[in-house]
């Protein structure tokens, strides 16, 4: 099965500094490819996505970027703000679409100090 | 943005009963539903997908007669916990899929089984 790795566990930043977290993923059948973001004792929330057939999508701050071949991606966070600590996840998707059925990864834990 | 409610928030109970946790999808109908369990600093695992009116499809290692899952309508999956023991405390997160492929996740239950 699907199997996602995330890289660093923990990352801190200084406010202003761009932060970077990479995956992999292990099937080359996944297809979408979601952050979310997790504050203490709430839910994850979706804050960027990409699918296969992109290499790269931007929303003002952030970025993710794909490489296919290699069946990485990462999160791009620039000039970052205190209120983007949190964890991060990435996680994958096999299927037409977006499943739901996502294989995350073990989180990273993002500290922007000010 | 669509949103999806789990009940109860938080929930605590002695070892050997039995805990029920609610997720709807407010203001969307949702064929297909997900639980996860996320232990302290973990990543989210999931557990079950919810398929209204079918029986639920376990990941490898969940127990079917532990964890009860129940979709009788397009808006609602239950999910309980029987027998509750005290690991099975965590942190239950649902996601549903609207027919867009859109997936929205609740903001999670904290089961605490004393």
């Known amino acids: 099965g699907e199997n996602v790795e995330q890289h660093p566990s923990t990352l801190s930043v200084q406010e202003g500094d761009s932060a970077v977290i990479k995956c992999t993923y292990s099937?080359?059948?996944?297809?979408?490819f979601p952050w979310y973001k997790q504050e203490l004792g709430k839910g994850p929330q979706l804050i960027i996505d990409?699918?296969?057939?992109?290499g790269e999508k931007k929303d003002q701050r952030i970025a993710v970027t794909l490489n296919k071949t290699a069946k990485h991606f990462s999160l791009h966070i620039t000039e970052t703000q205190p209120e983007d600590s949190a964890v991060y996840f990435c996680?994958?998707?096999?299927?037409?679409?977006?499943?739901?059925?996502?294989?995350f990864g073990q989180g990273t834990t993002l500290q922007v100090k000010p | 943005g669509a949103v999806v409610s789990q009940h109860p928030s938080r929930v605590i109970c002695k070892s050997g009963t039995s805990v029920k946790i609610e997720c709807r999808s407010l203001?969307?109908?949702?064929?297909?539903m997900f639980w996860y369990r996320q232990f302290p600093k973990q990543s989210l695992m999931l557990m079950a997908t919810?398929?209204?009116?079918?029986?639920?499809?376990?990941e490898q290692g969940v127990e079917k007669d532990k964890f009860l899952i129940n979709h009788a309508s397009l808006t609602l999956s239950t999910l309980t916990v029987t027998s509750a023991h005290p690991e099975d405390s965590s942190f239950y997160i649902c996601?549903?899929?609207?027919?867009?492929?859109?997936?929205?996740f609740g903001e999670g239950s904290r089961l605490t089984v004393l």
């Open positions: 996601s549903a899929l609207e027919n867009t492929g859109e997936l929205f």
């Open positions: 203001d969307f109908q949702a064929t297909t």
């Open positions: 919810s398929n209204e009116g079918s029986k639920a499809t376990y």
């Open positions: 990409i699918r296969s057939n992109v």
């Open positions: 099937d080359s059948a996944s297809n979408y």
């Open positions: 996680a994958a998707s096999r299927g037409s679409g977006n499943t739901g059925k996502l294989i």
